[in-house]
Antibody
Framework: EVQLVESGGGLVQPGGSLRLSCAASGFTFNTYTMNWVRQAPGKGLEWLSYMSSSSRVINYADSVKGRFTISRDNAKNSLYLQMNSLRAEDTAVYYC????????????WGQGILVTVSS | HSALTQPASVSGSPGQSITISCTGT?????????VSWYQQHPGKAPKLMIY???NRPSGVSNRFSGSKSGNTASLTISGLQAEDEADYYC?????????FGTGTKVTVL
């Protein structure tokens, strides 16, 4: 069974940093592109970033480009999101999501982790 | 890319069929057919219901079906059931980014 478990969320002050982790199990992690998606309270889904299985292909949404950095450690079956210069509008539930083997579809999601940016 | 446009809410009685639209531009959908639909119950993670416009993952009821015409994709739920009450999001992969729809709240009357 595919499992994705996010951790590292919490309360952070504006301008601060936070690193989210996503622990993957139940599939061959090093063969899948992985993504981060977020959802602000009461709002819709917003795709943030993806990283290919080899880490060679990376892309970001304009809203986080230059502030957030995606990374992965295939030896640890883990995906990360380093978030810097956090703003109040970054307050959201953050999900990691697996790309389908053929691409273009987010076929499995973690349960999400809440990040609150507030003073 | 702006969010794909969905109706804010759609409702129907048990047993009825409803259709949710998802409208974008040609650049939103790209040259691929990577349109997906996700169901999200309150406080839960999104769940994949339809991928590549018309395909259902294993375990998803055949009451859910997808289609696309031009720059509008659609999700139809037939034989509406109480458990279908949830938020639904469309998504498109453009070849470089994912774009989500604005979301539709489905209410079962």
């Amino acid at each position: 069974e595919v499992q994705l478990v996010e951790s590292g969320g919490g309360l952070v002050q504006p301008g601060g940093s936070l690193r989210l982790s996503c622990a993957a199990s139940g599939f061959t992690f090093n063969t899948y592109t992985m993504n981060w998606v977020r959802q602000a309270p009461g709002k819709g889904l917003e795709w943030l970033s993806y990283m290919s299985s080899s880490s060679r292909v990376i892309n970001y949404a304009d809203s986080v480009k230059g502030r957030f950095t995606i990374s992965r450690d295939n030896a640890k079956n883990s995906l990360y999101l380093q978030m810097n210069s956090l703003r109040a509008e970054d307050t959201a539930v953050y999900y990691c999501a697996r790309d389908s083997p053929w691409g273009g579809t987010l076929d499995s999601w973690g349960q999400g982790i809440l990040v609150t940016v507030s003073s | 890319h702006s969010a794909l446009t969905q109706p804010a809410s759609v409702s129907g009685s048990p047993g009825q069929s409803i259709t949710i639209s998802c409208t974008g531009t040609s650049s939103d959908f790209g040259t691929f057919n990577y349109v997906s639909w996700y169901q999200q119950h309150p406080g839960k993670a999104p769940k994949l219901m339809i991928y590549e416009v018309t395909n259902r993952p294993s375990g998803v009821s055949n009451r859910f079906s997808g289609s696309k015409s031009g720059n509008t994709a659609s999700l139809t739920i037939s034989g509406l059931q109480a458990e279908d009450e949830a938020d639904y999001y469309c998504s498109s992969y453009t070849g470089s980014i994912y774009v989500f729809g604005t979301g539709t709240k489905v209410t079962v009357l």
